[in-house]
């Protein structure tokens, strides 16, 4: 192993450390101490703790190429995005009244956007209205508009015709899924980019699932086949942060799975039992009361 090898493990390994105590941070003042099974005299001291780490980490934080710029804003990261989607559409929902027309020209418009930015008349976002990028590319947030616009077709029907909620959202799971694979040669399905044919694919399979769900959960009352994966909507931001224990303590302790392992099919599989663990893990933590503030 040569220096410049050499020099960036250790960078990566000591960023690995980083990331760990900001995870570690956030745990400790966010997590509903009050709820939990520790003596409410630690709460203040607990939480104290972790914005002294989260001081620290800010004053010693060294970004840029040669690590000469200190915090500006990047990337918002997911909840940044998530944030952005839900700020939008709960203005837009509260001053609206809840319109199902209101909140289904937002989606259009959502949608016209990301068409938009995607061809050659894009946005090029400078100044002030880059702080908006999220919002004017239209694709996250459009995924929430979609969310409250099924939401409402059922409320407004759940009483005189159920099945024209039903019909509604099937149309519309169908219609999106086509669009989504007839302009997948245009823009390609990528996550990443976030480009319609993604946004209106995955749209698609959400109301298809909302519409199938909602028969199975609320008018049949089937639940119990959920339990499992309940955690994952009662202690979301739980979830969320378990990962970023486990990715860094993988990387410190230089565990790695076998190749065959995370490939092709079996990878898929070995994902997917990886995610329902952290679900696990996380309703054995919720029962034993340690649960973060959402």
Avoid at 68 to 84: A, K, Y
Avoid at 138 to 166: C, D, E
Wanted: hydrophobic share 50%; proline share 3%; aromatic share 18%.
């Amino acid at each position: 192993m040569n220096y410049e090898t050499a020099h960036d493990e250790s960078i990566f390994i000591g960023k690995t450390y980083w990331t760990l105590l900001m995870a570690l941070a956030v745990v400790l003042i966010w997590t509903n101490w009050k709820k939990s099974p520790i003596k409410s005299y630690w709460h203040p001291y607990i939480q104290f703790l972790g914005f002294i780490i989260l001081i620290f980490l800010a004053y010693i934080y060294k970004g840029g190429e040669n690590g000469s710029v200190w915090m500006t804003t990047q990337w918002w990261g997911i909840l940044g995005l998530i944030g952005w989607a839900y700020l939008l559409n709960s203005l837009v929902y509260v001053f609206s009244k809840g319109s199902l027309l209101i909140m289904s020209l937002l989606w259009l418009l959502l949608i016209s956007l990301s068409m938009l930015n995607h061809s050659e008349m894009y946005i090029e976002f400078t100044g002030f209205s880059r702080y908006f990028s999220t919002i004017l590319t239209g694709t996250i947030p459009a995924f929430t508009t979609a969310g409250i616009v099924a939401t409402l077709i059922f409320k407004r029907f759940q009483k005189t015709a159920i099945k024209w909620s039903y019909f509604s959202l099937i149309i519309l799971g169908i219609i999106n899924l086509i669009f989504g694979l007839a302009t997948r040669p245009i823009w390609g399905i990528s996550k990443i980019q976030g480009t319609p044919s993604w946004l209106a694919i995955c749209t698609g399979i959400g109301f298809l699932m909302f519409a199938l769900l909602y028969y199975i959960a609320d008018e049949k009352k089937h639940t119990n086949w959920a339990k499992i994966i309940a955690p994952a909507g009662t202690a979301t931001l739980t979830c969320y942060m378990i990962p970023y224990f486990i990715y860094p303590l993988r990387t410190i302790t230089e565990i790695r799975i076998p190749e065959i392992l995370i490939n092709n099919q079996i990878g898929l599989l070995m994902s997917f039992a990886f995610a329902l663990l952290v679900v696990v893990f996380t309703g054995w933590l919720e029962k034993k009361r340690f649960k973060l503030k959402l």
